[in-house]
């Protein structure tokens, strides 16, 4: 059973930072691409960044460049949504998701397999 399990949301204050991470099981690692994507009250699902499993390539959508970063450790199956310099408007639910047909990487009907998510809550 593929699982996909997101913690290290909270409560932040602006200027902030934190890092999520995303505990992958029953599916084969490297053949796959997985995505943060997040989710404020009211708006769509939006892709942050994802990662290329086998060759470690990353991607970011402009709003985070430079203050996100997304990362991996083989050992342990698990990725890693570093965010830098939080603000209000990134306040969400943030989900991990895989897949192994993504062409975009940033459109979550690519993707098969979702976390349960974990709120990030940017505030003073």
């Known amino acids: 059973e593929v699982q996909l399990v997101e913690s290290g949301g909270g409560l932040v204050l602006p200027g902030g930072s934190l890092r999520l991470s995303c505990a992958a099981s029953?599916?084969?690692?490297?053949?796959?691409?997985i995505g943060w994507f997040r989710q404020a009250p009211g708006k769509g699902r939006e892709g942050v960044a994802f990662?290329?499993?086998?060759?470690?390539?990353?991607y970011y959508v402009d709003p985070v460049k430079g203050r996100f970063t997304i990362s991996i450790d083989y050992a342990k199956n698990t990725v890693y949504l570093r965010m830098n310099t939080l603000n209000p408007e990134d306040t969400a639910k943030y989900y991990c998701?895989?897949?192994?047909?993504?062409?975009?990487?940033?459109?979550?009907?690519?993707?098969?397999?979702w976390g349960q998510g974990t709120q990030v809550t940017v505030s003073s």
């Open positions: 990662i290329e499993i086998s060759d470690g390539r990353t």
């Open positions: 029953g599916f084969t690692f490297d053949d796959y691409t």
């Open positions: 998701a895989g897949g192994n047909t993504v062409i975009s990487g940033f459109l979550a009907d690519e993707y098969d397999n």
